[in-house]
């Protein structure tokens, strides 16, 4: 029952937040903070018997919901599925934290739409029977889209429907591919069923397995961002307020990468031994070509927007390596990469409250100004570039340490990646005056960062 | 007709019954809302005597019509549709001011009554007289009570190119039972299983009444009246076209398609392929382009249309029940969208709230009406938590049960083409007020219609989270026994 309050409480959180709009904006955001920190309270209950470790599936529910197709409400929390919980729930109280002044209109509205994300995606990380996945899938696509589309930046509309089209019509091929499965399940045992545990280790032909991999893969691809399908990332990240930004980047990232760990690789390990390769490929160029676009950006959102794409080809090459320690390494890196990619896209928002410009170019010699705002933007930052010491780097050194195991080629050229993106940008800086001093004050995140990753 | 035959037919008497005393009604005294009165609560009455009057086994009633679960179904549909749209229509109509309006109870009655019978009919001859008997009326609904020129050129228009319709259908009837000497539903498959070599006379016929059926259901290519006649008729007409119309002709070619089947030598199951994804495709395209709010679900209606093909064309697994499903869901959200149209129109003007300006800032001056609006859209995209995601799903399901590699690719591809002009009109509805509305508030809304968006509000979403119970009765009546 546990976890179906876990679900309960943001989503009706949401509709009182929305409720007490009226009363004038204080009320909604009481209403979220109350409503998330209760909800983290019962998630942290959960940490005893995870920890405790007698089976892997911490905690259970299933109640019937459509029978006659073989669905049911089933719910099940391994640790996975809670340490990503535990992200979720507390991004989604720094958003409501860190939009008191930057969300003046609506308010109640813009909570409500907050905390009926965060119940998506606890569904999401929740759900082990595939319908109930990929309805909640569908479902945390509509608030995040009001998220941006209402109180977004200047291009809001354009970005904020491009978010919408990529992620459903990828869905729907996961759809078509989850449907694949079940009927070939039930041509197998006679038995219609979408229950995950019914549908691990069915047998199929290697095309079939592959084919049906594939729908799953392109929708998680399309979520993470891998490479071809990353192009609605920077756009969605840059023009989603400040609270939209840390919720995207993460926690909605994360579903991706959720999916092919839960999914993709149980349900289909044949297949998705044989696709190995082609997704480390993808995750090289995805982290070459993110950090080389992150450098050329002006726009510090854009910026952030582009190393996420970077940081979240470590997590696909991590996932595909399979192995122990590159698996660690993957969940490492998803929650080092929500905490410091969230402070960066806070740190951002709270400059551009303040100066009205997300133009790098334009920010010099702040650090004078913003002492303490810019001590943080470098803390954040050469997190996020992965220092020894702080979160990054241990996930990105467990993912490179795993995956060496499985390919030395990606791996080297993975790590490389890092050089040589960093020696670009060393050749870019210099030219511009102003930059310089930006990147010398710590306020150039990525800058910094691809600098001194060279191994 | 014996006694149980009578009993299981009462709900369509009554509505004959209710017919005809409306039209004596108007005779003797004249007044716009006795006569909605009458209707409404006629109609109400209908639907509650359906369920009750409901034999427990299917009853054939002459040979033209059997009571089964199916016809219950859609009947019980068609009936509640028409009653929404009856209630829809006393606040568009009273909001247009003087000049006669109750005939256009009688009109939406006949056209209701030739729509419930089409669900229950098993011959050629049942199946042409229900058609007529709906698009006679609608001829003059849609033209009839408006003063706006448009109402008028899309009621000609329906008129000849309905006709030309009709036409074909009674020829291709003509050329089936000229080949097998029968016009009962049942026996032309019986004989067609038997005649085993392919004839042209049944290959023409068959084609004919294809093109027929695509040209009421508007599917691709007999598609072209639509986007006009939906922009030209009332809101509520629209709806009542988009809704009752549709739900009548696609049980009844369900019914014909399912029993007679295989009576084309395959070449039918060709034919609506093709039709089907012609209709998602080109229906969702030619959406983007509208900035007409009628128009652009005018368009939609179509890829809808051709969304339904995919049941049908899956009528042996699952198809049957994913229509039903689809239809109830379409049914609900269509009626929600265009009665928000008509309820936002100003019919004294001569002007219906169509354009996608008219929708600017909606969020901020009536949010109700607009986050109705906003999830009835999310439903025609099939995003949950609504009906139409529950819909979609049964229709991939369908789909990809019976192996339909090429429906099922024109289905995703046209739900993600769609989705981009219903999020258009949610942008729309969230952007800023324009000035000039902002110094008059907008006009209140009749408390009536809201009622009825609140109702069908509540069901697009608890049908969409919970759909158990709908998809047991839909087991129940039209599930394949």
């Known amino acids: ?455 | 007709m014996n006694g149980a035959a009578f009993t299981a037919f009462a709900p369509f008497e009554l509505l004959g019954a209710l017919t005809i005393a409306v039209m004596l009604l108007i005779a003797i005294r004249r007044d716009h809302r006795l006569t909605a009165l009458a209707t409404i609560g006629g109609l109400a009455l209908c639907c509650v005597v359906l369920p009750i009057a409901a034999p427990t086994a299917s009853t054939p009633v002459t040979p033209l019509f059997v009571v089964d679960g199916p016809a219950l179904f859609y009947a019980e549909l068609v009936l509640l549709a028409a009653l929404v749209v009856a209630i829809l229509s006393y606040t568009y109509l009273d909001g247009m001011g003087d000049g006669p309006r109750e005939e256009y109870y009688l009109l939406l009655l006949i056209a209701t009554l030739g729509a419930a019978l089409l669900p229950a009919s098993v011959h050629f001859a049942s199946f042409f007289l229900g058609i007529e008997t709906l698009s006679i009326s609608l001829l003059g609904l849609i033209g009839y009570a408006s003063p706006r020129r448009e109402a008028v050129e899309a009621g000609t228009k329906y008129l000849i190119l309905g006709g030309a319709a009709s036409a074909f259908l009674v020829f291709g009837m003509a050329l089936i039972y000229a080949d097998l000497g029968t016009m009962s539903f049942v026996q032309i498959g019986v004989l067609a299983r038997v005649a085993n070599a392919p004839d042209l006379f049944r290959l023409a016929g068959v084609a004919m009444i294809l093109a027929a059926v695509g040209f009421k259901l508007s599917l691709v290519p007999f598609h072209m009246w639509t986007p006009d006649i939906y922009e030209g008729a009332p809101a509520p007409v629209t709806a009542f076209v988009a809704v009752v119309s549709k739900i009548a002709v696609f049980a009844v070619v369900l019914r014909y398609f399912v029993l007679a089947e295989n009576h084309a030598d395959g070449a039918l199951h060709t034919g609506l392929i093709l039709i089907a994804v012609l209709s998602m495709i080109g229906g969702n395209l030619l959406a983007l382009l509208q900035d007409n709010v009628k128009r652009m679900l005018a368009y939609s209606s179509i890829a809808h249309l051709g969304y339904l093909l995919v049941a049908l064309l899956a009528a042996r697994s699952l198809g049957i029940d994913a229509a039903a499903f689809y239809l109830a869901a379409y049914a609900v959200t269509s009626l929600g969208a265009f009665g928000i149209v008509g309820l936002l129109s100003a019919p004294g003007t001569g002007r219906d709230a169509d354009r996608i300006e008219d929708y600017r800032g909606l969020f901020r001056t009536r949010p109700f009406l607009a986050a109705s609006l906003a999830l009835m859209m999310l439903s025609l995209a099939g995003m949950p938590p609504t009906m139409g995601f529950i819909g979609k799903f049964y229709l991939v399901v369908a789909g990809v049960g019976t192996g339909l590699v090429w429906p099922v690719a024109a289905l995703v591809l046209g739900s993600v083409i769609g989705l981009y002009y219903y999020l258009r009109v949610l942008v729309a509805m969230a952007m800023p007020v324009p000035d000039a509305s902002e110094a008059n508030p907008p006009a209140p809304v009749s408390r009536s219609g809201t009622a009825v968006i609140a109702v069908l509000l509540l069901l697009l979403v608890t049908l969409g989270v919970y759909p158990a119970p709908m998809i047991a009765l839909i087991h129940m009546t039209v599930g394949q026994g």
């Not at chain 1, 926690?251 to 991706?256: A, F, I, N, S, W």
């Open chain 1, 1 to 455: 029952m546990i976890l179906l309050w876990l679900l309960l409480i943001p989503g009706v959180g949401g509709a009182l937040a929305w409720a007490v709009g009226g009363r004038g904006p204080e009320w909604p955001r009481r209403v979220a903070v109350g409503a998330l920190a209760i909800d983290l309270l019962l998630a942290a209950a959960l940490i005893g018997p995870a920890a405790a470790g007698r089976s892997q599936w911490i905690a259970r529910l299933d109640l019937p919901w459509i029978p006659q197709l073989g669905i049911s409400f089933e719910l099940d929390l391994d640790g996975l599925s809670l340490v990503l919980i535990l992200l979720t729930i507390a991004l989604g109280i720094v958003s409501v934290v860190i939009s008191r002044t930057e969300i003046t209109d609506r308010v109640g509205f813009f909570h409500a739409n907050l905390l009926w994300t965060v119940t998506g995606v606890i569904g999401v990380f929740l759900a082990l029977d595939l319908f109930l996945f990929f309805f909640f899938w569908e479902l945390m696509l509509v608030p995040m889209y009001f998220v941006i589309a209402l109180w977004g930046h200047e291009n809001r509309f354009y970005a904020s429907i491009k978010f919408f089209i990529f992620t459903q019509g990828s869905g729907l091929l996961m759809l078509v591919a989850i449907l694949g499965l079940v009927f070939i399940h039930w041509h197998q045992s006679g038995q219609l069923t979408f229950d995950y545990f019914a549908l691990l280790g069915t047998k199929m032909s290697q095309t079939t397995a592959l084919l049906l991999m594939l729908g799953f893969f392109i929708a998680f691809a399309v979520k993470l961002p891998v490479f071809p399908f990353h192009t609605w990332l920077p756009d969605a990240h840059t023009e989603a307020p400040t609270a939209g930004s840390v919720l995207l980047a993460g926690v909605l990232l994360k579903t991706g990468a959720y999916g092919l760990l839960r999914f993709v690789v149980p349900l289909f390990p044949g297949a998705a031994h044989m696709f190995a390769p082609v997704a480390m490929a993808l995750a090289v160029v995805g982290i070459l070509y993110g950090a080389l676009l992150a450098f050329a950006q002006n726009d510090m959102k854009r910026l952030v927007a582009y190393s996420s794409i970077s940081h979240m080809g470590f997590v696909l090459l991590g996932v595909f390596a399979w192995n122990t320690l590159a698996l660690d390494g993957v969940v490492m890196q998803m929650l080092a990469h929500g905490v410091s990619t969230g402070a960066l896209f806070i740190l951002v928002g709270a400059l551009q409250e303040r100066i009205h410009t997300r133009n790098m170019r334009l920010m010099g010699g702040l650090w004078g100004v913003l002492p303490r705002l810019s001590g943080f933007a470098m803390i954040f930052a050469i997190a996020s570039l992965g220092l020894p010491g702080l979160g990054n780097f241990i996930g990105e050194f467990l993912i490179l340490l795993g995956s060496y195991q499985a390919s030395v080629v990606f791996t080297v050229i993975a790590g490389r990646s890092r050089g040589v993106t960093s020696r670009g940008d060393g050749g870019v800086a210099p030219r511009d005056h102003r930059a310089r001093r930006l990147s010398a004050t710590g306020l150039r995140p990525s800058g910094a960062k691809h600098r001194m990753a060279t191994p």
